[in-house]
């Protein structure tokens, strides 16, 4: 849940989804959910079949060959890679809103925008991120049982807020609940549709992370994949909830508070939280910033014991495979990645305001590309066991096939 950071993708998503189909949200949603489930049955009997920390790498070469495993490996340390400096920057900015809110002076806001401000700070972050990683993962779980909780609890209060205040006849643009909200069927064209589904795919990417942590887990041929699963599921539960809070509060129109104001969409929770909790808006503030951190730092957990699985068999240097004696983690790998995701966001920094939208719609390709790989790896793999069983069938052939099809269109 860390790694997905509900608060941080949604408020960034939601209004685009919003401005492209309409009440249709919790439709879109829906149907983005279909594909991180099916795919998610294939990687848990990957992880059944060879528990690895390599996950997509492992698994593609085990079932295409060195090159296609390497291929998928990259994508995956290339999307958290990304992320790493999305989140980053994510947590900048909101930093300094929540500062803005506790102290009453809006241009304090203002100083993430500076360019050299802004990298420092994002630095930082992941300096201290990369500390948190390097030492060991019972301190990552501790940190995570609160910040995740924390975070959770504030949405579910932000919600609960909003419905209450709408179903009163309160709110910006109060829009009865409609149970037509989750038929994809009314979204007004394909194209907007496939816009919507690619907003809805990136909001749940990071269900994977609890798998590349398989072969440090009690019980790894079935823990890991439970928890991936459960946690997609939990994921969907609370985006449809925010989703339906906030379109009975606001509804989608382009007014000052609606969800298709193109002025508000970086940033939906940040304005809304005001109208909404009143003084306590500085919550939903903090709960953002409390996602992008724990996200950024649970997301080191991925990258690094790919680039470590990549290192063990040979597909990088052997250094990269090295564990550190005194902490027991991928520390060389942990280190690259942190110095490459802090490069890559200072350059980008420098080229393009856009840094953070840029980075969503490249991730979005490199989710595609390695969740659905990773997929057919799964069909092909098991391909001569597909009809042992009627399980078998569904979760070795159908259920993989049709998610890696819907991600390789969307790709």
């Not at 495993?69 to 999305?86: E, F, K, P, R, Y």
């Not at 201290?128 to 990683?133: E, L, R, V």
């Not at 919507?196 to 398989?214: H, K, R, Y």
Request: glycine share 8%; proline share 4%.
């Amino acid at each position: 849940v860390s790694c997905i950071a509900p608060a941080d993708t949604f408020t960034a998503s939601v209004g685009p989804t919003a401005s492209v189909v309409g009440l249709q949200v919790p439709a879109i949603i829906l149907v983005g959910f279909i594909p991180m489930l099916l795919v998610a049955f294939g990687y848990r009997e990957l992880n059944r079949a060879m528990p690895d920390s390599g996950t997509s790498f492992t698994w593609a070469s085990r079932a295409f060959g060195p090159w296609i495993g390497w291929m998928a490996g990259w994508g995956l340390v290339s999307a958290t890679i990304l992320v790493l400096s999305n989140l980053a920057g994510i947590a900048v900015e909101f930093l300094f809103l929540l500062i803005a809110q506790l102290t009453g002076n809006e241009s304090i806001a203002s100083l993430a925008h500076e360019t050299w401000i802004n990298i420092a700070v994002c630095l930082l972050f992941m300096l201290g991120a990369t500390t948190i990683s390097y030492r060991d993962m019972q301190t990552t779980q501790k940190l995570q049982y609160f910040l995740v909780s924390f975070q959770v609890l504030v949405l579910l209060f932000f919600a609960g807020s909003a419905i209450v205040q709408a179903s009163s006849g309160g709110g910006f643009d109060p829009t009865p609940f409609d149970w037509s909200w989750f038929n994809p069927f009314a979204v007004s064209s394909f194209g907007a549709f496939a816009a919507g589904l690619s907003l809805s795919i990136f909001i749940f990417w990071g269900w994977d992370v609890t798998l590349t942590m398989n072969e440090e887990t009690k019980d790894p041929e079935k823990t890991p994949g439970r928890a991936a699963t459960v946690t997609v599921l939990t994921i969907v539960s609370l985006y449809l909830l925010l989703a339906i809070a906030m379109i009975m509060f606001a509804g989608v129109g382009d007014g000052a508070l609606g969800l298709g104001n193109e002025a508000i969409q970086e940033n939906v929770f940040f304005h809304l939280s005001g109208p909404i909790l009143g003084p306590l808006a500085f919550l939903v503030s903090l709960a953002v910033l409390t996602s992008s951190a724990s996200s950024l730092q649970s997301t080191f957990v991925s990258p690094a014991r790919t680039l470590l699985a990549m290192g063990h068999y040979g597909a990088l240097p052997s250094k990269f495979a090295q564990v550190s004696p005194r902490f027991f983690t991928p520390g060389y790998a942990t280190i690259v990645s942190a110095v490459v995701a802090s490069a890559f966001y200072a350059v980008m920094r420098f080229l393009s305001e856009d840094v953070l939208w840029d980075t969503i719609t490249a991730l979005g390709m490199m989710i595609c590309f390695y969740y659905g790989l990773t997929a057919f790896a799964c069909v092909w793999y098991f391909r001569k066991q597909w009809f042992d069983s009627v399980r078998s069938f569904f979760f070795t052939l159908l259920f993989p096939l049709v998610g890696g099809v819907i991600l390789a269109i969307l790709f």
